[in-house]
């Protein structure tokens, strides 16, 4: 099992590095999103960067965002370019097939977000290394990667399930756009047009010491989540509803 | 047990729409089997219910000694297939391709390696392994699927119109290295195609399907032998169109024409072709020379295929 999902997943890697064409536009495209997060971001805020840590905490978001342009091909790519057939017709569990392209796009994103993130905390000090080197919480890095691997799981879990049904990438790619518009529509309507009893009673709950409860909550929150769904996506995953479609 | 595959009143419908109805067949070990029909025939359906990707409506297949609907997944542990597509990473390159499948059977890595090496290198490819497949003909990309098909050495692959869409050329070539590796590999082959004379140079056994019914089983030469009429060249001087009339009414002969000067006709197999001859010599015909051909395939499937009312073979 471990072996085929490995198997599936180095294929899925070497297809999204070279999704643009050649490996070499594959690592540009890399060193493009590093170069802005992780050296360009830093470089301005200078150490508030590494001691804000509002800042370094909007890289959570990172790889879920990464991972929308790499999960909408999982499986509407294949059946675009007429792979998705033969692959069903090999000796591959259904299981493998579809852990293998879900870990294929988290580590890819994930991969990118981390990288940015370690990069940002040394270049965040360039500036005034005089005034001693200062780096990211042990504890707040451990909790943000958790974040991380949660968010991009749910969006690759997501993703891969809306890839199942689409009949071709584009159509899963506006799926999953419009799925996040919603999402951060909603997210706005509900902070804009939240009464005031409600937010005076919400802030009263995001004490400081509150803070560890209310993080474990949203990591319980999110595990649930991306179990529902990898669920759900397995019981959709049927050979003969993937071929007919 | 001697037969690979072996199905019994084999059904599946789509809704309202039979594209399999009984079929019932079996095909030894070390057979190259050709699987013919036209297009909407059931081919491809069955090929996908041979392998398990689709259960069937009714009936029964054993593959390999496995059942299809159960054990799916032993029979593509042990088979190869081409299907309707090459199925190619196109961003990938030849070896990236293969490398991967050969992981998918657990091939070990250096018995993976030769192995890709050896197919390679006998399609001709090896030299351009590592180019992405993206600007490769069809013909080269086709050659491809096939080692991938044959990569893990399976007891037996499915070939679903290896040669549709290739320029002649390509498909011979194609052609010989398909026949060349099976005898090579002593595989099994269950080859769908519509090109007769494919079928008919490559295949042992053939099955002709015709709305998702079997009407004929059997080899080649033994289709080609139940045919009832034979083809019938006359060569020679004073052959003209008025003959034509006079053969339907003295012998019974609709099928005629003069085609670049000569006479082809198609005559009942159970009578002598002397009497035409001798009444052709007494209308002043001058006989120089009469060719007999036996039926191709081609004309057995179209017997069978265009002209559904005709009697099937049951070989």
Redesign the interface.
């Known amino acids: 099992m471990i072996q085929d999902i490995v198997t599936v997943f180095i294929k899925e890697f070497k297809e999204i590095l070279q999704m643009r064409g050649t490996k070499r536009s594959g690592w540009i495209n890399i060193l493009v999103v590093i170069g802005v997060m992780g050296v360009y971001m830093p470089l301005m805020s200078g150490r508030e960067w590494v001691t804000n840590l509002l800042n370094p905490i909007s890289f959570a978001w990172l790889p879920f965002f990464l991972v929308i342009g790499v999960v909408a091909d999982s499986f509407a790519g294949e059946r675009e370019r007429h792979t998705l057939e033969t692959l069903l017709a090999s000796r591959l569990p259904d299981a493998s097939i579809l852990l293998g392209k879900i870990a294929a796009g988290v580590v890819y994103s994930l991969g990118i977000g981390i990288t940015s993130l370690l990069i940002g905390g040394v270049v965040a000090n360039l500036g005034s290394l005089e005034e001693g080197f200062v780096y990211y919480p042990l504890d707040f890095l451990g909790i943000l990667w958790a974040l991380s691997l949660l968010l991009a799981l749910l969006m690759a879990s997501l993703g891969t399930l809306v890839s199942l049904r689409a009949s071709s990438v584009r159509q899963a790619s506006q799926t999953l756009s419009l799925s996040m518009l919603v999402f951060w529509v909603g997210i706005f309507l509900v902070t804009r047009f939240l009464p005031e009893e409600a937010r005076v009673l919400l802030s009263g709950f995001f004490t400081p010491e509150r803070l560890p409860m209310f993080v474990a909550m949203v990591v319980l929150g999110l595990v649930v989540a991306d179990a529902v769904l990898i669920s759900v996506a397995m019981l959709r995953f049927k050979r003969s509803r993937l071929i007919l479609d | 047990m001697n037969d690979v595959i072996v199905t019994q009143s084999l059904t599946r419908d789509f809704k309202t729409v039979r594209a399999v109805d009984h079929l019932t067949f079996q095909v030894p070990y070390g057979t190259v089997f050709g699987f013919l029909g036209p297009n909407g025939a059931g081919k491809t359906t069955t090929i996908?219910l041979l392998?398990g990707?689709?259960?069937p409506t009714g009936g029964t297949a054993h593959v390999l000694g496995f059942n299809s609907q159960s054990e799916?997944?032993r029979i593509?542990?042990q088979t190869g297939?081409?299907?309707?597509?090459?199925?190619?990473?196109?961003?990938?390159s030849a070896l990236?391709n293969l490398d991967?499948?050969g992981?998918?059977?657990?091939l070990p890595a250096i018995q993976r390696r030769s192995r890709i090496q050896e197919l390679l290198e006998h399609l001709g490819l090896w030299e351009r392994r590592h180019e992405?497949l993206a600007g490769w003909s069809r013909g080269m990309k086709q050659k491809v699927?096939i080692a991938?098909a044959l990569l893990h050495r399976p007891k037996l692959i499915?070939l679903d119109e290896p040669t549709a869409g290739l320029d002649p050329v390509a498909a011979v070539e194609l052609r010989n290295d398909l026949a060349q590796l099976a005898e090579a590999e002593k595989v099994t082959v269950f080859l769908t195609t519509h090109n007769l004379s494919e079928a008919e140079r490559l295949c042992g056994l053939v099955a002709i399907i015709r709305a998702g019914k079997l009407v004929a089983f059997g080899s080649p030469e033994t289709l080609r032998s139940r045919r009832k009429n034979e083809r019938v060249e006359i060569y020679g001087q004073g052959l003209e169109q008025s003959l034509l009339p006079w053969l339907d009414t003295h012998f019974g002969v609709r099928q005629a024409g003069l085609v670049n000067g000569h006479l082809e006709l198609e005559w009942p197999g159970d009578r002598e072709l002397s009497s035409l001859v001798r009444a052709l010599v007494e209308r002043g015909v001058g006989v120089e020379e009469v060719r007999r051909n036996k039926a191709s395939l081609e004309e057995v499937f179209l017997d069978l295929v265009v002209d559904g009312d005709k009697e099937p073979y049951t070989a």
């Open positions: 996908r392998l990707l689709l259960e799916g997944h593509r542990e297939a081409l299907l309707e597509h090459p199925g190619l990473y196109e961003r990938l990236d991967f499948y992981r998918v059977y657990h992405p699927a991938r499915f």
